[in-house]
């Protein structure tokens, strides 16, 4: 589902200065793994570089059957909305839409999506699923800080993806609410067989997962596969 080859990424400003070398690393269907390591040790930039937000200086990163390296902007764009689904670590919702129309945002802003009511009935479903049934007229404002995170990954699965990246997706969270966020991206990979990758520096949320990737020491590596 996701195979990393002879990967290089460097990068340079006033404030940082790192680089990321993996030789060979892969996921499969319905697999699951946590990237953790010291903060600035690039966790979030190989998940960008994964989801084609950007690219890798040397490499090849091949997703869903495509080489995201080997596509322009706008292909890897639709390329990403087709396959890929992505929890921010803030995870922002648009405050003047409620609920369920955060969760069909990518069918109002992507022109190659057409909301047709399947996919607002699928948006219900999602909600309902996560325990937010009741509350899909109300504006993020009304939302606790696990609700709104719940509804981000609603919005992340709307398009039905294969894969699931989600960075930091319990920070800021206590302790019994990152573990319900956890349980419920476990109960949603089992469902839909999708296979995830998340950032995080949480150890309780690092112990939950059996394939584990330390960003910081990939150097060194000579197969993940």
């Not at 069918?107 to 996560?130: D, G, M, P, T």
């Amino acid at each position: 589902m996701i195979s990393i080859t002879n990967f290089f990424f460097q990068y340079q400003n006033s404030r940082d200065d790192f680089s990321l070398s993996l030789p060979r690393w892969q996921i499969n269907e319905g697999e699951s793994v946590v990237f953790y390591g010291s903060s600035g040790c690039g966790k979030s930039t190989l998940l960008k570089c994964i989801s084609g937000q950007i690219l890798p200086q040397k490499g090849n990163v091949v997703v869903c059957g495509k080489d995201v390296t080997q596509l322009d902007d706008e292909q890897r764009r639709f390329h990403r909305l087709s396959n890929i689904g992505i929890v921010f670590q803030d995870y922002p919702l648009i405050p003047y839409l409620n609920a369920i129309q955060n969760v069909l945002l990518p069918f109002r802003i992507h022109s190659n999506l057409r909301l047709q009511e399947q996919n607002i009935e699928y948006a219900k479903h999602l909600l309902e699923s996560l325990g937010l049934s009741n509350k899909e007229t109300r504006l993020p404002q009304a939302l606790s800080q696990g609700e709104r995170q719940r509804v981000a990954i609603c919005r992340a699965l709307i398009v039905k993806p294969k894969i699931l990246l989600a960075d930091e997706p319990t920070a800021g969270l206590d302790p019994k609410r990152s573990q319900a966020i956890i349980d419920v991206i476990f109960s949603l990979q089992q469902q839909y067989n999708l296979s995830v990758v998340v950032v995080t520096h949480d150890e309780n949320v690092k112990s939950r997962f059996e394939q584990k990737l330390d960003i910081a020491n990939l150097e060194g590596m000579e197969d993940t596969a």
